[in-house]
C-alpha cells in the first residue's frame, strides 16, 4: 500500500494559535485527507515545540513554570485543531519522555559519527527566533534581521554539529531533486544562501535549563539542546525514532509543510542532521508565504492578529479553508480581509457551487419527480463532458505541487461547464419543446460534474463534500474516487435528495474589528503579554521618540497647584515651549532657571490646569524623591539625544 507522510511545523507555545498557525494546519490537513482519500496509509503530524530561551522566559514573566506554562498553551493548540476537525494522527510536544529519549539517541549518534565537537561560541542571539547572527547579518549592527528586535551577544562553550561538511552535499540534493523546495522560487533562495557558505552549526547552550540534556554518554551535564535540533527530530521521534519504532516507515515524510519564516532551517539544517543520521530525506519541503492585516504582519502589540477560530464562527469553518487555500497563491503572502472572504463565499461558493445543487434539485422535481439519470450524457454532451475530463486528468498534480489555488480554480472551471449547460441548453425550454430526454440529459450532465467536483473539493471541505454526494446518492471514499475519478465512471441513476442552501448569502461584515485573542485569553493574561511584547522594541521605534536638550529660561509655580511648574524651555526653536511639569515639590523655580534637562519633544501638546504643555522632562523617581535627567555638560539648547 502507498503510504504518505504530512507534517506541519511544531508551533511556540509562546503564543496561542492564530491564522498564520491555521493556514500552515489547514493545507497540512487537506494533503493528508488527499492521501487518505486516494487510499494511502497517512500518517498527519503535528504539534507543539516547548522548549528553548524563549518559552522559560514567557513562563517566567507570568510568573508559572515552563512545563506548566507550555501544557496550558499547547493545549489550547489542540484543542483549536480538535474544533477544527484537523484530522491529525499525533499531536506531538517536545516535553513528551518518547521524543527526549529521540532527540538524545539523534545527538548520540551524531557525536559518534563524528559530526559533533565541541568549541566556543560567539555570537549575536535573537531569543525571539531562537537563531545566532553573524555581525553582518545584522540590521543596524545590532538588530536581528529576521524580526528587527535586538539581539544578544553570547559568548558560550557549545557543540556544535558539522554542518559545512554537508554543503556540497545539500547543493546536490537541490540539483538532482527539481521538488525537493516548492514553490521552486523559494529553493533558488536556499541555494544561494548555502553557496555563499554554511558555518557549522552551534547546537547545546549552557546559557538556560530549559531544554533537553544531553545524552549521559557524553558526560557534559551543563548543556542542553539547541531548540531548533530538538524540535527539527520531532517528524522522526513522533514515529518512534530511538525507541518502539512502529511507525519509522513512514519516514521519509512526503511532505513538510512550513512557513517561510522557518524554510532555513527546514531545507538547509533538517536535511543535513538526516544526512547525518543516514535517514533519506524529504520529498517535499513546502513553504508557504504569510497573511498578513492591511499589508501588515500579524502581532500582538499592533492587536492586528486574527482569530481563526472567530473567523471560522463567524463565516464557517469550511468556508474559510475554501478561502484560505484559494484566495493566495501558494508561496505568496496573502492579506486578510472579511470583504474578499465574502465575496469568495456569496460568488464562488454560493453563486457557482451549492447554486448549481439547488438548480437540479429544482429542475429534476418539476421534470422527473427527482429522478436523475446519466443516460444520454455521453451521447448529448460529450464535448463537455470531454472538456471537464480534461481539465480533471491534470488537476491533482497541481494539489501534489501545492498550487492550491489552481487546484481550485481548474475545479472551478469545471463548475462553470456545469453552469454554462444550463445556460446554454435551457432545459426548461426543452422541456416545453417536448424535448424531456434532451432536459433530463442536461441535469444529469451537471449531477455528474457536480459529483466530480465534490470528490475532489472534498480535501478542502469535507463536510459539504460529503453533503452534496449524499445528495447525489453516494459516498465519498475511495472506492467511489476510483470509480468516478480515476476510471471516469458516470453516476448511477438516482433519486436525488433536497437540501437547504450550503452557502446561505452573507450581505454584511459578521466580525467587529477583531480583537481576536482576547476571546482565548484571560484578562490578566493579556495584559501580561503586552508587556512582554511592548518591554521590546526596535531601534527605530526608540527613534520615534524625539527627545532634545532643552535649557530652562523661566520657570515660576502654577497657581493653585502644590505640584506644577510652569517652565519656559529653550530647544534652539524659534519660540520657547512652555512646559508644565510636575516637580514643584522638588525643585524651587529659581533653582531651575539657566540649567539644562532633556526633552521629549515631539509629544502631543496636552493641556494641564489650564496652561498649554508642549512637551515632558525626563526625570528618575524613587524613594529620596526626584531628579531631572540633565546631560552631563552643556550641551546647544536643541542637541538631540540617543
Ligand atoms: O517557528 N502567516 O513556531 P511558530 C502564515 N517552533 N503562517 C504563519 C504566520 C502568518 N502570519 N505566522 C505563523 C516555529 N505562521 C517553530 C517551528 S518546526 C520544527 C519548529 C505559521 O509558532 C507558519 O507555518 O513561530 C510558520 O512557519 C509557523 O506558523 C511558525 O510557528
Known amino acids: 500500500m502507498n503510504k504518505a507522510y504530512i507534517t506541519t511545523p511544531i508551533y511556540y507555545v509562546n503564543d496561542?494559535?492564530?491564522?498564520?498557525?491555521?493556514?500552515?494546519?489547514?493545507?497540512?490537513?487537506?494533503?493528508?485527507?488527499?492521501?487518505?482519500?486516494?487510499?494511502?496509509?497517512?500518517?498527519?503530524?503535528?504539534?507543539?515545540?516547548?522548549?528553548?530561551?524563549?518559552?522559560?522566559?514567557?513562563?517566567?514573566?507570568?510568573?508559572?513554570?515552563?512545563?506548566?506554562?507550555?501544557?496550558?498553551?499547547?493545549?489550547?493548540?489542540?484543542?483549536?485543531?480538535?474544533?477544527?476537525?484537523?484530522?491529525?494522527?499525533?499531536?506531538?510536544?517536545?516535553?513528551?519522555?518518547?521524543?527526549?529519549?529521540?532527540?538524545?539517541?539523534?545527538?548520540?549518534?551524531?557525536?559518534?559519527?563524528?559530526?559533533?565537537?565541541?568549541?566556543?561560541?560567539?555570537?549575536?542571539?535573537?531569543v525571539s527566533c531562537e537563531t545566532f547572527f553573524t555581525q553582518t547579518q545584522l540590521i543596524d549592527e545590532t538588530n536581528c534581521p529576521d524580526c528587527g528586535k535586538p539581539t544578544t551577544l553570547l559568548k558560550e562553550e557549545s557543540y556544535f554539529f558539522k554542518l559545512s561538511k554537508y554543503q556540497e552535499k545539500l547543493l546536490k540534493w537541490y540539483q538532482d531533486d527539481a521538488?525537493?523546495?516548492?514553490?521552486?522560487?523559494?529553493?533558488?533562495?536556499?541555494?544561494?544562501?548555502?553557496?555563499?557558505?554554511?558555518?557549522?552549526?552551534?547546537?547545546?547552550?549552557?546559557?538556560?535549563?530549559?531544554?533537553?540534556?544531553?545524552?549521559?554518554?557524553?558526560?557534559?551535564?551543563?548543556?542542553?539542546?539547541?531548540?531548533?535540533?530538538?524540535?527539527?527530530?520531532?517528524?522522526?521521534?513522533?514515529?518512534?525514532?530511538?525507541?518502539?519504532?512502529?511507525?519509522?516507515?513512514?519516514?521519509?515524510?512526503?511532505?513538510?509543510?512550513?512557513?517561510?519564516?522557518?524554510?532555513?532551517?527546514?531545507?538547509?539544517?533538517?536535511?543535513?542532521?538526516?544526512?547525518?543520521?543516514?535517514?533519506?530525506?524529504?520529498?517535499?519541503?513546502?513553504?508557504?508565504?504569510?497573511?498578513?492585516?492591511?499589508?501588515e504582519k500579524m502581532s500582538k502589540s499592533k492587536g492586528n492578529v486574527v482569530n481563526p477560530k472567530e473567523v471560522a464562527d463567524a463565516?464557517?469553518?469550511?468556508?474559510?479553508?475554501?478561502?484560505?487555500?484559494?484566495?493566495?497563491?501558494?508561496?505568496?503572502?496573502?492579506?486578510?480581509?472579511?470583504?474578499?472572504?465574502?465575496?469568495?463565499?456569496?460568488?464562488?461558493?454560493?453563486?457557482?457551487?451549492?447554486?448549481?445543487?439547488?438548480?437540479?434539485?429544482?429542475?429534476?422535481g418539476k421534470y422527473s419527480d427527482f429522478h436523475i439519470t446519466s443516460k444520454n450524457v455521453q451521447a448529448l454532451h460529450v464535448k463537455e463532458l470531454d472538456e471537464a475530463l480534461a481539465l480533471l486528468d491534470g488537476i491533482e498534480l497541481k494539489l501534489c505541487d501545492m498550487q492550491t489555488n489552481r487546484y481550485l480554480e481548474d475545479l472551478w472551471k469545471v463548475l462553470s461547464i456545469a453552469n454554462n449547460a444550463i445556460t446554454i441548453h435551457e432545459p426548461w425550454n426543452k422541456i416545453k419543446n417536448g424535448d424531456t430526454q434532451g432536459a433530463l440529459a442536461v441535469v444529469?450532465?451537471?449531477?455528474?460534474?457536480?459529483?466530480?467536483?465534490?470528490?475532489?473539493?472534498?480535501?478542502?471541505?469535507?463536510?459539504?463534500?460529503?453533503?452534496?454526494?449524499?445528495?447525489?446518492?453516494?459516498?465519498?471514499?475511495?472506492?467511489?474516487?476510483?470509480?468516478?475519478?480515476?476510471?471516469?465512471t458516470l453516476l448511477d441513476d438516482?433519486?436525488?435528495?433536497?437540501?437547504?442552501?450550503?452557502?446561505?448569502?452573507?450581505?454584511?461584515?459578521?466580525?467587529?474589528?477583531?480583537?481576536?485573542?482576547?476571546?482565548?485569553?484571560?484578562?490578566?493574561?493579556?495584559?501580561?503579554?503586552?508587556?512582554?511584547?511592548?518591554?521590546?522594541?526596535?531601534?527605530?521605534q526608540f527613534f520615534q521618540t524625539k527627545l532634545k536638550v532643552g535649557t530652562i529660561i523661566e520657570a515660576q509655580a502654577v497657581a493653585n497647584s502644590q505640584k506644577l511648574l510652569q517652565l519656559q524651555v529653550d530647544i534652539g526653536e524659534e519660540t520657547p515651549r512652555q512646559i508644565v511639569a510636575g516637580i514643584k515639590e522638588y525643585y524651587a523655580p529659581e533653582d531651575l532657571l539657566n540649567t539644562q534637562v532633556c526633552v521629549v519633544a515631539n509629544l502631543k501638546p496636552a493641556k494641564i490646569m489650564g496652561l498649554v504643555s508642549q512637551g515632558m522632562l525626563l526625570a528618575a523617581k524613587d524613594n529620596d524623591g526626584l531628579s531631572l535627567i540633565r546631560p552631563e555638560n552643556k550641551k546647544k539648547s536643541g542637541a538631540s539625544i540617543g
Not at 469550511?318 to 501558494?330: I, K, Q
Not at 460534474?449 to 454526494?469: D, E, G
Open 315 to 364: 463565516y464557517g469553518l469550511e468556508n474559510f479553508r475554501y478561502f484560505m487555500l484559494r484566495e493566495v497563491p501558494f508561496g505568496q503572502d496573502g492579506d486578510f480581509s472579511q470583504k474578499a472572504l465574502i465575496d469568495r463565499i456569496n460568488s464562488d461558493l454560493g453563486n457557482e457551487f451549492g447554486n448549481l445543487l439547488n438548480r437540479i434539485i429544482g429542475m429534476s
Open 16 to 126: 496561542v494559535p492564530h491564522i498564520g498557525h491555521a493556514y500552515t494546519t489547514i493545507i497540512a490537513d487537506t494533503m493528508a485527507r488527499y492521501y487518505r482519500l486516494k487510499g494511502f496509509n497517512t500518517f498527519f503530524l503535528t504539534g507543539t515545540d516547548e522548549h528553548g530561551q524563549k518559552i522559560e522566559e514567557a513562563a517566567k514573566l507570568r510568573g508559572r513554570s515552563p512545563q506548566e506554562y507550555a501544557d496550558e498553551i499547547s493545549g489550547k493548540f489542540r484543542a483549536l485543531w480538535d474544533v477544527f476537525d484537523i484530522s491529525y494522527d499525533k499531536f506531538i510536544r517536545t516535553t513528551d519522555e518518547d521524543h527526549k529519549i529521540g532527540v538524545q539517541k539523534a545527538f548520540q549518534t551524531m557525536f559518534d559519527k563524528g559530526d559533533i565537537y565541541k568549541g566556543e561560541y560567539e555570537g549575536h542571539y535573537c
Open 179 to 295: 521538488k525537493c523546495v516548492l514553490p521552486v522560487g523559494k529553493k533558488n533562495e536556499v541555494i544561494s544562501f548555502v553557496k555563499q557558505g554554511l558555518h557549522d552549526l552551534s547546537i547545546t547552550r549552557t546559557s538556560f535549563n530549559w531544554g533537553i540534556k544531553l545524552p549521559k554518554e557524553i558526560g557534559d551535564d551543563r548543556h542542553v539542546m539547541y531548540v531548533w535540533l530538538d524540535a527539527l527530530l520531532n517528524y522522526i521521534t513522533a514515529l518512534g525514532y530511538g525507541k518502539e519504532e512502529e511507525n519509522i516507515s513512514f519516514w521519509p515524510a512526503n511532505i513538510q509543510l512550513v512557513g517561510k519564516d522557518i524554510l532555513r532551517f527546514h531545507a538547509i539544517y533538517w536535511p543535513a542532521f538526516l544526512m547525518s543520521l543516514d535517514l533519506p530525506l524529504p520529498q517535499h519541503i513546502a513553504a508557504h508565504g504569510w497573511w498578513t492585516r492591511n499589508g
Open 444 to 488: 444529469g450532465l451537471v449531477a455528474n460534474l457536480l459529483a466530480k467536483v465534490s470528490i475532489l473539493v472534498s480535501p478542502i471541505m469535507p463536510q459539504t463534500a460529503s453533503k452534496i454526494a449524499d445528495a447525489l446518492g453516494f459516498e465519498i471514499n475511495t472506492q467511489n474516487y476510483e470509480k468516478f475519478i480515476l476510471a471516469q
Open 494 to 540: 438516482f433519486i436525488i435528495k433536497k437540501v437547504p442552501p450550503l452557502f446561505p448569502k452573507i450581505e454584511e461584515e459578521l466580525m467587529n474589528t477583531p480583537e481576536p485573542q482576547a476571546t482565548l485569553k484571560t484578562k490578566t493574561e493579556t495584559v501580561k503579554e503586552k508587556i512582554i511584547d511592548e518591554s521590546i522594541i526596535t531601534i527605530d
